[in-house]
């Protein structure tokens, strides 16, 4: 038994050993370092203008892609596990792209299409409306990058709650509209908001399409991640420690978010 | 973050088509925010004829920057393999102080954006390392930054199917006097498997595509650091719109690939448990 248990510790500190090198230490490394110089230089340098007008324009993206991606994702999710229709596979093999291609290939190919040269170029420019080194860019691509999250949190749920309620429901009179909003919705509720959170983090910490899109235009286009990385790029390092622990700070509420999501979720 | 397995099909009662609306309201979405832009790439990859693709393909550098992304992340998938599925076990057969939160913060880097990861990770093993260690501008860099961003997929594909691993084969096995290492490799493996390999799957096509946490910590040397993501974006800065596609071509492929063998690795796993 000695020798189990010496194993079994073992690979304890082998395993957190594997994580404080990769993960723990870094991330505490960058905290340690941003306030380093004290509190208020970090103030300072988190609510500069260029920094402000980044922080609000990545919400102002997160809080138009997220609402869009809960629609789309629970439409799909529903569509996915309730609908009787030729091409439901397809749909469902399609909906994971977004996961598996790379973020640059994502703003390339909105570059394609409704950059100056796009194929909806001439015509964007004709009618006086540029998506691309713009707002509306960001957005777009910020929704493609994220838009599988609801889905694969809410399609498990929908499966395994099946539709027995749904069709009292029906059955007792009630319309499509009510029995949304009345059974399924509540019954989803918890897979809905785990879809959201993840979708909001990764809004806001989205870099490589955004990257590709946005120009990169100072007081205009500049999320947060572009702030870190020109902040980086300038040789300014206590600015892009600041802004990465503006960042890493927000990843840290999505974790907690997550797990008190999910601890109210297996005890419904 | 988790790709989903296929969803079982379920048994159509009347096999009536139903559901339509939301059926084409999603695909109309997905073709339009997706889809089209996908075709964009490959149309442009295209614009020169076959040749022009060709050629921007096997292009020296591209051919480096390719070869060099399949390699790291394989490398990538295989180390995530083997650490993944010993801090699945960790968290769920071990038991020490703070376990939750350690179980917690696995997710981080999901969570992280992957600018801060690459900073993060050059704050440790860069030029102002407090342990002088400095990997930085290396390929040793860039592996760190992929292990970094992929640390989550094998651990989270692999702990729920330990968590509901019977234990009485386990104890049978040992109660005929298999050790510990024999349970493990001919006990327990044998179920992990399409756990471990579709969570690597995903680590791979993560590590494939992935340009925010390499970007600053590589240097994006040609022939040396350079990952494909980054060289497609270098080309798309010079204003090489065509050979930028060609290459996101190929990255397309890939995913396209590894998704395909996602899905059946979800069915050899659904198929072991029954």
Do not use: C
């Not at chain 2, 979405?29 to 149309?43: G, M, N």
């Amino acid at each position: 038994m000695s020798v189990d248990r010496r194993a079994r510790i073992g690979l304890r500190l082998l395993a957190l050993g594997y994580l404080a090198v990769l993960l723990l230490v870094p991330v505490a490394l960058v905290f340690y370092r941003t306030f380093e110089k004290g509190i208020g230089f970090v103030w300072e340098s988190i609510t500069t203008p260029a920094a402000i007008h980044a922080l609000f324009l990545t919400l102002e993206v997160a809080l138009i892609t997220v609402p869009l991606n809960a629609v789309f994702g629970v439409l799909a999710a529903h569509a996915l596990v309730r609908s009787r229709f030729p091409g439901k596979r397809l749909l469902d093999a399609l909906i994971d792209l977004p996961f598996a291609i790379s973020p640059v290939v994502v703003g390339l190919s909105l570059l394609l299409l409704y950059g100056r040269t796009g194929w909806f170029g001439p015509w964007l420019a004709e009618h006086g409306i540029q998506l691309i080194f713009s707002v509306p860019g960001i957005v777009i691509a910020t929704v493609f990058v994220s838009m599988p999250f609801v889905v694969r949190e809410v399609a498990p749920v929908l499966q395994e709650i099946g539709d027995e309620q749904e069709q009292a429901a029906a059955t007792l009179g009630a319309s499509p509209w009510q029995t949304f909003w009345r059974v399924t919705l509540p019954a989803i509720r918890w897979g809905l908001a785990y879809g959201v959170v993840l979708s909001t983090a990764r809004a806001i910490g989205e870099f490589g399409a955004v990257s590709v899109v946005s120009g990169k235009i100072a007081g205009e286009t500049e999320t947060l991640t572009l702030l870190v990385e020109k902040r980086f790029q300038n040789f300014d390092l206590a600015g892009a420690y600041a802004a990465s622990a503006l960042l890493a700070v927000i990843a840290l509420a999505t974790l907690g978010f997550m797990s008190v999501i999910g601890s109210r979720r297996s005890e419904s | 973050m988790s790709v989903a397995l296929p969803l079982p099909r379920r048994r159509s009662g009347a096999g009536i088509p139903s559901g339509g609306l939301a059926m084409g309201a999603s695909m109309l979405w997905l073709s339009i925010l997706v889809l089209l832009p996908l075709a964009a790439v490959v149309a442009r990859s295209l614009d020169g004829g076959v040749e022009a693709f060709w050629d921007s393909v096997t292009a020296r550098q591209a051919v480096g920057a390719l070869r060099f992304t399949l390699l790291i992340s394989l490398g990538t998938a295989a180390i995530n393999a083997v650490a993944g599925t010993l801090i699945a076990w960790v968290l769920v057969r071990d038991r020490f102080r703070g376990k939750s939160v350690v179980n917690a913060l696995i997710d981080l880097p999901f969570a992280l954006p992957t600018i801060v990861a690459g900073l993060t990770l050059l704050a440790l093993y860069g030029p102002g390392s407090p342990i002088g260690v400095n990997v930085a501008l290396t390929k040793l860099a860039v592996l760190l930054a992929l292990l970094f961003v992929t640390l989550p997929f094998v651990i989270r594909s692999v702990q729920p199917v330990l968590l509901e691993l019977d234990r009485e084969m386990e104890e049978a096995a040992a109660s005929l006097g298999a050790g510990p290492a024999v349970i493990f490799t001919r006990v327990i493996l044998p179920s992990l498997l399409p756990a471990i390999f579709s969570g690597a799957a995903l680590a791979f096509a993560r590590a494939v595509g992935e340009f925010g946490s390499v970007v600053l910590i590589s240097g994006n040397i040609p022939f040396d650091t350079q990952v494909a993501s980054v060289f497609v974006y270098k080309q798309i800065e010079s204003d090489n719109a065509g050979g930028a596609a060609a290459v996101s071509v190929v990255l397309l492929v890939l995913s396209l690939l590894v998704l395909v063998a996602i899905r059946w690795l979800g069915a050899w796993g659904s198929r072991l448990e029954r």
